[in-house]
């Protein structure tokens, strides 16, 4: 007999098929899902300032934050030095995403192709990725100066491992039957790399892209906070030097936006692309 954890459906042959039911909380719609994480938030974040657990130096109201957020968008839509501030750091972000995604293929497929890559390159990159990256940007800064070169070259060092790890894995997970069967039909090591190894291990290589979309933007705002410049993280160093906390918290949250721009344009593009794989979680590979 069914329980009520339970649904019964049956096939056209009159087999029975036993589906467990998602839980209550599974079944929540995503945008109502969404709504009630934030109001959650919020309302603690409310309560907590109410009864004035922090200070409100360190910690705004709500109240503060949205008032800050009206006046950050207005700046943005008028095209105040907020927007100029959001476009370089825009530009900075999608510069570095492109060179991670291009220097990061490459290495991967070196790494996934080649003894030579997983014995010797893929053990370097290793090492330089456990190393910390904040320390790294008076270097960049030292050599590729102020401007926004050095925040991309931050900004790409950061979201370049990443593709190269979801690459080379990707490059993996074909099967050896799979592999066996591409040899025996003649197929060049080019042929299998192109017509087998790279469209099984796509959805991989979109997981690195998607660590990567989010990688170039703590890389970029990074550098502009210890590099100075015209970005966002500039605006949000001057703006916590004057403990304008209510400015920091609204700058943040505008560029959250920009992230999950990032990120869901990378899922559009693999939900595009790669249609015969599409994933049923937004973060996932399958």
Avoid: H
Avoid at 104 to 114: A, D, K
């Amino acid at each position: 007999m069914p329980t009520g954890d339970t649904l019964q459906a049956s096939s056209g042959t009159g087999d029975t098929v036993w589906v467990e039911r998602d839980p209550f909380i599974d079944r929540i719609p995503r945008p109502i899902a969404i709504s009630i994480l934030v109001f959650g938030v919020v309302a603690l974040w409310w309560i907590v300032t109410r009864l004035a657990i922090v200070s409100p130096i360190i910690l705004p109201s709500p109240a503060e934050t949205g008032a800050d957020l009206v006046f950050v968008g207005s700046n943005l839509t008028s095209g105040g030095y907020v927007l100029d501030a959001f476009i370089t750091t825009t530009l900075t972000v999608i510069y570095a995403f492109l060179i991670a995604v291009g220097l990061g293929f490459c290495l991967g497929t070196l790494v996934g192709e080649t003894k030579f890559g997983e014995r010797a390159v893929m053990p370097i990159l290793v090492a330089i990725d456990t190393m910390p990256k904040v320390a790294f940007a008076p270097l960049f800064i030292a050599w590729l100066g102020f401007g926004i070169s050095s925040k991309v070259a931050l900004a790409a060092f950061i979201a370049t491992f990443p593709v190269v790890v979801s690459t080379a894995a990707g490059l993996y997970a074909a099967t050896e039957n799979e592999r066996f069967l591409f040899k025996s039909m003649g197929a060049s090591r080019l042929q299998t790399l192109i017509r087998l190894k790279l469209p099984t291990g796509l959805p991989y290589v979109f997981t690195g892209l998607k660590i990567a979309a989010v990688g170039v933007m703590a890389g970029a705002i990074t550098g502009e906070f210890l590099g100075g410049g015209k970005g966002v993280g500039a605006l949000i160093r001057v703006s916590a030097s004057q403990l304008d906390t209510p400015r920091v918290f609204s700058l943040i949250i505008y560029l959250s936006f920009l992230g999950l721009a990032m990120f869901m344009f990378v899922v559009w593009v693999q939900r595009t692309f790669v249609f015969w794989n599409k994933p049923d979680k937004i973060g996932g590979v399958g």
